[in-house]
């Protein structure tokens, strides 16, 4: 196993290694260079030339691409050029928000994804399948801004339910520990006395949750459904009922056990999804994660941030997914044993 | 044995039975021409737009705003008196449009890089993989937004940083399928009779090849849809006042979500049904092509 | 009483181009102890048959259209599901062709064996593990004890098959159906694993229907064997009767289409010509006629009972002396059957008739 982690990292040095040099050359095409970015287009000459120079643009490319390369590997991800802040700094606080975004749509995802899929799976070609199907059919046709603004509407503006305006109410005065808004409600909560701090941000969590999960949870339905189906007609499905098992064990244990292996991978693959997402949900719902920094930053020509930040998000896509392809292996004896 | 390897040899060749087939076989699956009857709802919307409408879809009178759906206006009217119907209308140009060339043009790239990779193999296979590697470490529409960013606004802008974020996804189904019928019978029995590779690749694998690159660009046509109106609900759209599009017109309704929510809801079922179609379509598509997936 | 009593067993698949009849009224007993071996050609309904009495047909297609499967006394059709559940590996137990795909290839052989004493004996899971090591050793698995943790997939394939034996033994049922257990076995293992089969049963006087291709194996391993064709059971006899003298024309080709040991010189090796019949057609007449050398104009028209040779008063239908009984109306005489074709002067099959005259 840790052969097989070992060898994963080693595989994703070139990919990262090449994503920098693309970023790199991508901030050094910007029109005008990263200097007009900071100064607009209106900047004169000499003042470009002055901010180049600071900047150490004047340099070898390649001496500076090494240099950037071991800021990087010292953990310094540059500062911003609009503002001065790191972005290291910025990070951290930022993207508690984001996992917390991503972690709710990912359990809304599975948690309802997987139990649509077997009903379908069960009654396949009937009525509830056919549900089920346009359901997840909806779930990857709707835009996440469109189901937000719709959910935002109905839960929010028309009923009052759930709020619609980032992770938590800051008007409760929860002290940041964590940054993670529903841990740090919770630390409130059990200070306090009172469950407010952590209701609040369990109910701030619920819509954007639900709007970034739905292509998710469109493709677990599926997936599993699929697999089930696929799975049922086994041999070993047959011989597990003719060994007298109860319907509830084939089911659980010999059909489940089975199906989780595609439904593993694709979870995998929808963590980009997922990523990608946050930057939309987060727009929607007025989220200070790590997405709506991404579109602040475009829009500022903030690009050392917008650099870095692409840098950071494919790190964490090939994490989370050494973490799927462990879980897979985890699930797999025929990989865990080879 | 040569006449044996002869017919071998010939059946991807005889592919008009197995397109007509497939037609046939889309022609009688339900959702499928459901979906293919939602696009062209949109598509002669489009195309008939100035007829459908004679409202302007980019200048109305201030006055006119915020009217609430009625048979002057069957979507109402925007916060500059504009009419909504028009602008839906307007805005299925650059949706079907970019949404449609975005996925050419990551089809083309992909087919590029991906024939190159799957037919010559070996070194530069290594180093082109590599290069969709880096580019698939971007997550989905991240890679899109900033190369928008950096191409700058505007409609050929979009199709292009749309097209070229689909174009390893492209490159990677179409080499594993060439790998894979690399090895296969007839190809073997084609090159063992001495065939030319380049014939081998272009007679005999690319035809195989093609089908699941069609379905995939069908199902692509409905995520570059939703990912154009992305582009323009985060500011990164054309960018220009005289066009409509989807997704600016749902960041400018957005602030007026509380009281005017149908300036959101039109749009946005816009968007939502014409996915809706490509991915029917997709799904049709790919059954109609491989009749073993019939459930 | 019978420890099973099939009779007139129809089993119907729905499926998108039409019914298919697998399985056309089958009757067959067994007593206890007994081996009865189940042959013909692939498709025939030697699996359904056996799914059937399990209760085992794959859903939703395949369902009992009617008969009965009377086993200690009570219809297996007529039970609730939970008392089927009992029945199901603890008294009748069954083995499947592939043991590549027969295990789960994502649980331990120990959950899998452990699971099934469970489902049936409330005993812990200690002792249920203890007694899986046992069964372990008794199939012939080496260091049972360390086995027992691994997966299905680092075992070989006669290694198992033997685990199958094992599970499937492990509950001392009183019926074994063991469905073509060594056809995906090399042939080095297969004998191996049939001598495994049929000691063990034998030892604990296990009733076994053994579903097989392969005409050598039903000498060695069957008392008595029934052939079936196209959903039918044509002929059944003791098997030793059965090589000796067989009555049914689908039989006689059976056996010449094999070659044997002890084929007497000059018996020809001849395939059987034609295709079995489409099971998408309701039956009409016997559907060997299509491909018989003997068929006669009544064939076409009646499918004949399964009954015996003129003379014979009782009919035994198990135990030492069972009848043979052929479903044929122009059987064979046994020269004819040792030369694989009619020899009569001026005999002609009769060709099948035309539309007009089924019409009339
Ligand atoms: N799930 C199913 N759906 C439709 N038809 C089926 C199904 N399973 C079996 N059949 C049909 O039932 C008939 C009998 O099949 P069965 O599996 O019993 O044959 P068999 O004698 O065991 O053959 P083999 O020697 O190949 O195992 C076949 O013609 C087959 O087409
Ligand atoms: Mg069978």
Redesign the interface.
Known sequence: MARFIVRRVIAAV???L??SV?LFI?VR???GGPASAILGQHATPQRIADVNEALGLTRPLYVQYFEYIGRLLHGDFGSSYVDGTKVVDVFLLRFPSTIELTMGALFFAIGLGIPLGRIAARH??GLIDGIVTVIS??G???????LG??L??FFG?QLHWLPTFGLADPTLGVPAVTNFPIIDGALASLQGGTTAPFVDAIAHVILPSIALGSIPLAVVTRITRAAV?EVS????V?????????EK?VDN??IM??AW?PVTTVIGLE???L???A??TE??FNINGVGSW??DS??NHDYVV?QSL?LI??VI??VVNLIVDIGYAF????IR?S | MTATAATLAATPRTSRGLWGDALRRLMRNGPALVGLFFIAVFVMGAILAPILSPYDPTVGKLADGYQSPSLAHLMGTDQQGRDEFTRVLYGARISLSVGVVAVLFGLIGGTIVGSIAGGAGGKLDGLLMRFVDVMLAVPGLLLAIVLVSWLGHGELQIMLAVGISYSPMFARLLRGSLLALRESDYVIAARSMGASPVRILVRHMMPNALTPLIVQATLFAATAIIDVAGLGFLGLGPGDPRIAEWGEMLTDASSYLQNYPYLIFFPGAAIVISAIGFNLLGDGLREALDPRLKR | MHLLSVSDLVVRFRTHDGTVHAVNGVSFDLDEGETLGLVGESGCGKSVTNLAVMRLLPRPAGHIERGSAVFEGQDLFEIDESAMRDIRGKDIAMIFQDPMTSLNPVLRIEEQMVETIRAHRKVSTKDARERAIELLGMVGIPQPEKRLRDYPHQFSGGMRQRVMIAMALALEPKLLIADEPTTALDVTIQAQVLELLSRLAAERNTAVILITHDLGVVAGMTRRVNVMYAGFVVETAATSDLFARPLHPYTIGLLHSMPRLDAEEGEPLVPIEGVPPDLRQAPVGCPFAPRCAWAIDRCWADMPALGAMDGVVAIETTGANPTHRVACWNVPTPDEARLAHPDRPGFHAAPAPTVAEIAR
Do not use: C, Q, W
């Open positions: 070139p990919v990262l090449g994503l693309l991508f095409l910007l029109p396949s070609n059919l909806f990857i046709s709707i835009p996440v801004f469109v603004y719709t935002a509407f503006v189906i007609n086994e041999d070993y047959r011989t597990a009922r003719a060994k007298g098992l109860t064990r244990r010999h056990r089975n292996l963590a980009g999804a990523l990608a997402g930057v939309l727009t929607v991404v579109v475009i829009r917008v692409v998000f494919a896509f090939m699930l797999n004896p025929r044993y």
